[in-house]
């Protein structure tokens, strides 16, 4: 009777044992299965994307860079769907030439973006909406020739860029209200060629941009509506080939420009009021 309890204590404590073992590895592994390909991943069909959370069971937190790049006309990236996972990419995220895009839905749980956001050539792609839930962008935000893209909204949650803030091409882009949240930018601003925009409300809060000022080729922006809490631009503030801007008013603000000061080809721009409290100039000064 004795043997017998002493072998099935013994065997009690051996499964016991085998049990903690068995759940500690499990949590090690789960653990670790969080954060995950610090050298990045790059997606050019939609069955890679599709099998992602099978390919990397558990794994929320991408170290490295995202690259969705749609790969020639066989492998059609229509969805970020298989994605749905993933809470942070610790790298750059780069959505570029998706021509049968429509929007980033799949991206609605990602919190923070360490690197750069470059959503480029995305032909039919007209939100970002799959966006809302980021805060932070470490380094530069570029929203870059998407011919059908209408609006920033997704970005409304974004306070900050680490980088240089570049919204270059978007043809019916017709304001920057996504941007309502956004106070600092460290590097430079440029709206260039957003043949839609008409003014540049959505920047309200901006009050430092850390390197250059750049605001050409905007057909249709009036006025800078939306810069009126800017006091300091970093490097040179380039306003060039607005041809319907009338007035700076909204600089009225701003007190040191670093760089140069560069007026120019703005064909219904009759005064300069708005540089009325400038007082720096650290380069040159040109007006034609």
């Avoid at 969080?34 to 994307?49: A, D, R, V, Y």
């Avoid at 043949?195 to 430092?208: A, P, S």
């Avoid at 800078?224 to 008013?249: E, F, K, R």
Wanted: with cysteine; hydrophobic share 35%; charged share 10%.
């Amino acid at each position: 009777m004795n043997n017998y309890l002493l072998v099935k204590n013994n065997t009690m404590k051996i499964r016991t044992i085998i049990s903690t073992v068995l759940f500690v590895l499990l949590s090690s592994s789960y653990i670790t299965s969080q954060n995950c390909l610090p050298n990045g991943i790059t997606f050019t069909s939609q069955e890679q994307i599709d099998s992602f959370s099978i390919n990397y069971p558990g794994c929320t937190e991408i170290g490295g860079d995202v690259i969705v790049h749609n790969d020639g006309y066989f492998n059609v990236i229509t969805n970020l769907n298989g994605l749905t996972n993933v809470t942070a990419i610790g790298g750059d995220l780069h959505i570029e030439g998706n021509i049968n895009l429509t929007n980033l839905d799949g991206l609605f749980n990602v919190t923070s973006i360490g690197g750069d956001l470059i959503i480029m050539d995305n032909y039919y792609l007209t939100n970002l909406d799959g966006l809302t839930n980021v805060t932070t962008i470490g380094g530069n935000l570029k929203i870059y020739s998407n011919d059908y893209f209408d609006s920033l909204a997704g970005l409304s949650n974004v306070t900050s860029v680490g980088g240089d803030l570049i919204i270059v091409d978007n043809y019916y882009l017709t304001n920057l209200d996504g941007l309502t949240n956004v106070t600092t930018i460290d590097g430079y601003l440029n709206i260039k060629g957003n043949d839609n925009l008409t003014n540049l409300v959505g920047l309200t809060n901006l009050t430092t941009i850390g390197g250059d000022l750049f605001i050409r080729y905007n057909n249709n922006l009036t006025n800078l509506d939306g810069l009126t809490n800017i006091t300091t631009i970093g490097g040179d503030l380039s306003i060039q080939y607005n041809d319907n801007l009338t007035n700076l008013a909204s600089l009225t603000n701003v007190t040191t420009i670093g760089g140069n000061l560069s007026i120019r080809d703005n064909k219904n721009l009759t005064n300069l009021a708005g540089l009325t409290n400038v007082t720096t100039i650290g380069g040159d000064l040109g007006i034609d």
